[in-house]
Protein backbone atom coordinates (compact mmCIF):
# COMPACT_ATOMS: atom_id res chain seq x y z
CA UNK A 1 0.00 0.00 0.00
CA UNK A 2 1.49 3.39 -0.99
CA UNK A 3 1.74 5.79 2.47
CA UNK A 4 0.07 8.74 2.06
CA UNK A 5 -2.53 10.57 4.39
CA UNK A 6 -5.34 10.34 1.86
CA UNK A 7 -5.72 6.78 2.81
CA UNK A 8 -7.10 8.13 6.05
CA UNK A 9 -10.03 9.55 4.02
CA UNK A 10 -10.07 6.38 1.06
CA UNK A 11 -12.33 3.70 1.61
CA UNK A 12 -10.55 0.17 1.76
CA UNK A 13 -11.94 -1.53 -0.58
CA UNK A 14 -9.50 -1.00 -3.68
CA UNK A 15 -11.89 -0.58 -6.59
CA UNK A 16 -13.14 1.94 -4.62
CA UNK A 17 -10.39 3.45 -3.60
CA UNK A 18 -8.83 3.73 -7.36
CA UNK A 19 -11.86 5.51 -8.45
CA UNK A 20 -11.95 7.96 -5.91
CA UNK A 21 -8.62 8.79 -6.88
CA UNK A 22 -9.59 9.23 -10.57
CA UNK A 23 -12.20 11.35 -9.57
CA UNK A 24 -10.02 13.05 -7.71
CA UNK A 25 -7.57 13.88 -10.55
CA UNK A 26 -10.36 14.51 -12.54
CA UNK A 27 -11.51 17.43 -10.51
CA UNK A 28 -7.96 18.65 -10.19
CA UNK A 29 -8.09 18.67 -14.01
CA UNK A 30 -11.35 20.84 -14.65
CA UNK A 31 -10.69 23.02 -12.08
CA UNK A 32 -7.18 23.58 -13.21
CA UNK A 33 -8.53 23.95 -17.04
CA UNK A 34 -11.11 26.49 -15.90
CA UNK A 35 -8.63 28.34 -14.35
CA UNK A 36 -6.86 28.61 -17.67
CA UNK A 37 -9.73 29.25 -19.76
CA UNK A 38 -10.75 31.97 -17.21
CA UNK A 39 -7.20 33.68 -17.08
CA UNK A 40 -6.95 33.50 -21.08
CA UNK A 41 -10.46 35.26 -21.11
CA UNK A 42 -9.06 38.13 -18.55
CA UNK A 43 -5.67 38.32 -20.64
CA UNK A 44 -7.82 38.41 -24.02
CA UNK A 45 -10.28 40.56 -23.20
CA UNK A 46 -9.27 42.93 -20.51
CA UNK A 47 -12.82 44.52 -19.76
CA UNK A 48 -13.52 40.43 -18.65
CA UNK A 49 -13.06 41.01 -14.90
CA UNK A 50 -13.01 38.22 -12.56
CA UNK A 51 -13.65 37.95 -8.91
CA UNK A 52 -10.46 35.77 -8.02
CA UNK A 53 -10.42 35.78 -4.34
CA UNK A 54 -13.67 34.00 -4.70
CA UNK A 55 -13.08 31.93 -6.81
CA UNK A 56 -10.35 30.73 -5.35
CA UNK A 57 -12.45 30.38 -1.88
CA UNK A 58 -14.95 28.03 -3.65
CA UNK A 59 -12.42 26.04 -5.72
CA UNK A 60 -11.86 23.16 -3.20
CA UNK A 61 -15.76 23.02 -2.71
CA UNK A 62 -16.49 22.29 -6.39
CA UNK A 63 -13.42 19.86 -6.05
CA UNK A 64 -15.14 18.06 -3.33
CA UNK A 65 -18.51 18.51 -4.11
CA UNK A 66 -17.34 17.31 -8.23
CA UNK A 67 -16.08 13.62 -6.73
CA UNK A 68 -18.94 13.06 -4.26
CA UNK A 69 -21.24 13.62 -7.45
CA UNK A 70 -19.31 11.06 -8.97
CA UNK A 71 -18.89 8.62 -6.58
CA UNK A 72 -22.73 9.03 -6.15
CA UNK A 73 -23.60 8.61 -10.02
CA UNK A 74 -21.66 5.57 -10.08
CA UNK A 75 -23.38 3.94 -7.69
CA UNK A 76 -20.55 2.16 -5.79
CA UNK A 77 -21.75 3.51 -2.21
CA UNK A 78 -24.19 0.44 -1.79
CA UNK A 79 -22.18 -2.85 -2.71
CA UNK A 80 -24.39 -5.23 -0.71
CA UNK A 81 -27.71 -4.12 -1.79
CA UNK A 82 -28.59 -6.59 -4.72
CA UNK A 83 -32.22 -7.67 -3.57
CA UNK A 84 -35.29 -5.45 -3.58
CA UNK A 85 -35.58 -6.65 0.22
CA UNK A 86 -31.91 -4.58 0.98
CA UNK A 87 -33.40 -2.12 -0.75
CA UNK A 88 -36.28 -1.61 1.31
CA UNK A 89 -34.27 -2.08 4.27
CA UNK A 90 -31.41 0.54 3.27
CA UNK A 91 -33.94 3.13 1.87
CA UNK A 92 -35.76 3.24 5.40
CA UNK A 93 -32.30 3.70 6.52
CA UNK A 94 -31.70 6.86 4.18
CA UNK A 95 -34.43 8.43 5.75
CA UNK A 96 -33.03 8.37 9.12
CA UNK A 97 -29.71 8.99 8.13
CA UNK A 98 -31.25 12.44 6.59
CA UNK A 99 -33.86 12.98 9.67
CA UNK A 100 -30.43 12.81 11.55
CA UNK A 101 -28.46 14.71 9.75
CA UNK A 102 -31.23 17.75 8.97
CA UNK A 103 -31.54 17.50 12.88
CA UNK A 104 -28.13 17.80 13.49
CA UNK A 105 -28.22 20.78 10.51
CA UNK A 106 -31.19 22.70 12.86
CA UNK A 107 -28.91 22.30 15.81
CA UNK A 108 -26.12 24.11 14.28
CA UNK A 109 -28.33 26.41 12.39
CA UNK A 110 -29.72 27.61 16.13
CA UNK A 111 -26.22 27.47 17.62
CA UNK A 112 -24.99 29.91 14.71
CA UNK A 113 -27.93 32.14 14.68
CA UNK A 114 -29.22 32.08 17.93
CA UNK A 115 -33.21 31.90 18.40
CA UNK A 116 -35.16 33.03 16.08
CA UNK A 117 -37.19 36.42 17.05
CA UNK A 118 -39.02 37.53 14.13
CA UNK A 119 -41.30 35.16 11.48
CA UNK A 120 -38.68 35.72 9.21
CA UNK A 121 -35.89 34.18 11.14
CA UNK A 122 -38.36 31.33 12.15
CA UNK A 123 -38.69 30.40 8.27
CA UNK A 124 -35.15 30.54 8.30
CA UNK A 125 -34.46 28.13 11.00
CA UNK A 126 -37.17 26.03 9.48
CA UNK A 127 -37.46 25.88 5.72
CA UNK A 128 -33.83 25.80 5.28
CA UNK A 129 -33.18 22.51 7.09
CA UNK A 130 -36.33 20.70 5.33
CA UNK A 131 -34.70 21.29 2.01
CA UNK A 132 -31.90 20.06 3.17
CA UNK A 133 -33.13 17.02 4.40
CA UNK A 134 -35.19 16.68 1.13
CA UNK A 135 -32.33 17.05 -0.65
CA UNK A 136 -30.06 14.37 1.49
CA UNK A 137 -32.64 12.13 1.14
CA UNK A 138 -32.99 12.25 -3.04
CA UNK A 139 -29.39 12.10 -3.44
CA UNK A 140 -29.51 8.80 -0.93
CA UNK A 141 -31.83 7.54 -2.90
CA UNK A 142 -30.21 8.24 -6.27
CA UNK A 143 -26.62 6.68 -4.76
CA UNK A 144 -29.19 3.62 -3.74
CA UNK A 145 -31.15 3.38 -7.17
CA UNK A 146 -27.81 3.62 -9.15
CA UNK A 147 -25.85 0.66 -6.63
CA UNK A 148 -28.78 -1.60 -7.12
CA UNK A 149 -28.76 -1.14 -10.83
CA UNK A 150 -24.97 -1.95 -11.20
CA UNK A 151 -25.17 -4.67 -8.49
CA UNK A 152 -27.69 -6.15 -10.51
CA UNK A 153 -25.51 -5.65 -13.60
CA UNK A 154 -22.50 -7.14 -12.22
CA UNK A 155 -24.06 -10.24 -10.93
CA UNK A 156 -26.04 -11.36 -13.95
Given amino acids: MIRSFLNAFLPEDEYRRKQILYFMAEALFLTVGA ?3 LGLLVYVFNSFS ?3 DLLVFL ?3 LMI ?5 R ?3 TGME ?3 VFQERDYTKERRYAIVRS ?7 TIALLVIKGLPTNMSETLDITVLPIIFIVFYFIIECISLKR ?5 KELDD
Avoid at 65 to 69: G, L, P, Q, R
Avoid at 99 to 105: H, T
Avoid at 147 to 151: E, G, H, T
Fill in 71 to 73: YIF
Fill in 50 to 52: VNS
Fill in 35 to 37: FLL
Fill in 99 to 105: LVAGSIF
Fill in 59 to 61: SPF
Fill in 147 to 151: SINKN
Fill in 65 to 69: AYVNF
Fill in 78 to 80: YTE
